[in-house]
T-cell receptor, first 113, second 113 residues
Framework: ETGVTQSPTHLIKTRGQQVTLRCSSQ?????VSWYQQALGQGPQFIFQ???????GRGNFPPRFSGLQFPNYSSELNVNALELDDSALYLC????????????FGSGTQLSVL | QKEVEQNSGPLSVPEGAIASLNCTYS??????FFWYRQYSGKSPELIMF????GDKEDGRFTAQLNKASQYVSLLIRDSQPSDSATYLC?????????????FGTGTLLAVQP
């Protein structure tokens, strides 16, 4: 157990809908990163949040957005869902500047029909 | 050329043997290297990290890094059926910066009893 919790565990949406995924970071960690893992692939970096601001972004369109709250928890929002957005969404927490090691939550499995 | 490449496997080894997992990366300036284990349906779990050329041992695991060849490997001694999982190689191009990891697609390891 890493102490990183994600909700919900599973979600089914239809194309064009919007979704919000939530993550609570491990105690003492101030940075949250989000990754997308498609079936049979490695995780792909979406973005990272530190001090409530986006601190790095991968090759994902603007319809992927996020928030970080003062308690370091985070949300990932995806608008206008597409079929290819079906994937496991992983949240990882870490400590900025002193620890690059990521601790992943159990993930949210999103299915877009 | 993919940024981080791994043989997808499956790599099948008998119980008690040494499993050797390999990874190459394209960014010569990469600083930090990680191995994650992912059981089917679960999230990635950090098992080893290495920053300097050479070997790093932790229990039955040894990570090996050769920056000149842009090559990192993971050896698992005395392989057990419980080691059967997908092993993800990850690279952080900038040490201590954004903590953005670039993952390979993973190698599936099957340890036969």
């Amino acid at each position: 157990e890493t102490g990183v919790t994600q909700s919900p565990t599973h979600l089914i949406k239809t194309r064009g809908q919007q979704v919000t995924l939530r993550c609570s970071s491990q105690s003492g960690h101030n940075t949250v990163s989000w990754y997308q893992q498609a079936l049979g692939q490695g995780p792909q970096f979406i973005f990272q949040y530190y001090r409530e601001e986006e601190n790095g972004r991968g090759n994902f369109p603007p319809r992927f957005s996020g928030l970080q709250f003062p308690n370091y928890s985070s949300e990932l929002n995806v608008n206008a869902l597409e079929l290819d957005d079906s994937a496991l969404y992983l949240c990882a927490s870490s400590l900025m500047g002193s620890n690059e090691k990521l601790f992943f939550g159990s993930g949210t499995q999103l299915s877009v029909l | 050329q993919k940024e981080v490449e791994q043989n997808s496997g499956p790599l099948s080894v008998p119980e008690g043997a040494i499993a050797s997992l390999n990874c190459t990366y394209s960014d010569r300036g990469s600083q930090s290297f990680f191995w994650y284990r992912q059981y089917s349906g679960k999230s990635p779990e950090l098992i080893m990290f290495i920053y300097s050329n050479g070997d790093k041992e932790d229990g039955r695991f040894t990570a090996q890094l050769n920056k000149a060849s842009q090559y990192v490997s993971l050896l698992i001694r005395d392989s057990q059926p419980s080691d059967s999982a997908t092993y993800l190689c990850a690279v952080n191009p900038l040490r201590g910066a954004t903590n953005k990891l670039i993952f390979g697609t993973g190698t599936l390891l099957a340890v036969q009893p």
